[in-house]
């Protein structure tokens, strides 16, 4: 199978009929949009009850660093897109060349998100500043941990860089890329 065969697999839509890596990932990831989906909605709608506490709050963010890490955690996706693509074609050297490209852009995404909480937490604001910083710091808190988790997943599939194993480390992956480019305008963009 060439390359070329490779990539033609990659962009078909079988996606809707098998979902790629281990079953239970999907079962983790369902359940993980379901805790993020809630959270969402609460900060929604305490943004609604308290919409000049929220605006406040959102004056004091850094919205260039968050942009910059989105951009970085997107390139990550991509990278972890590739090295799946790889693992597909039984490059299992330039898979996890990949992989661990990913997992160095999650390191970033975490290096600039805890350069941004020291900023606001030299301004003063913490988790008990206002219900605005309650549920920032939740979020993003509970959205970093997910970023280190799958930084370890990607470490553990890319010791074999089987294809179940990058596909189910890619996936959960994705997941996190897809609740940051979610989160981003929500907490950052969107105002009331």
């Known amino acids: 199978m060439s390359a070329t065969d490779c990539e033609q697999q990659e962009t078909g839509w079988g996606i809707l009929e098998d979902l790629p890596g281990d079953p239970m990932i999907w079962v983790l990831i369902f359940s993980e949009l379901v805790a993020f989906g809630l959270l969402l909605g609460a900060f929604m709608v305490a943004r609604a009850i308290h919409p000049a506490v929220f ?8 919205s260039h660093l968050a942009g910059l890490n989105t951009l970085v955690l997107v390139s990550s996706g991509w990278a972890a897109a590739r090295g799946t693509a790889a693992a597909r074609c039984s490059h299992k050297w330039t898979a996890r060349g990949w992989l661990f490209g990913a997992m ?81 305008p929500i907490i950052y963009l969107v105002q009331q």
């Open 104 to 184: 160095a852009l999650g390191t970033l995404f975490i290096g600039i998100k805890l350069f941004e909480y020291a900023g606001e937490i030299a301004l003063g604001n913490g988790l008990e500043t206002s219900p605005f910083f309650t549920l920032y710091f939740l979020l993003t808190g509970f959205h970093l941990l997910h970023v280190g988790l799958g930084i370890v997943i990607l470490a553990v599939v890319s010791r074999s860089a089987s294809v179940t194993g990058v596909e189910t480390g890619a996936a959960f992956w994705h997941m996190v890329d897809l609740l940051w480019i979610v989160m981003f």
């Open 55 to 62: 605006a406040a709050g959102q004056a004091t963010l850094d």
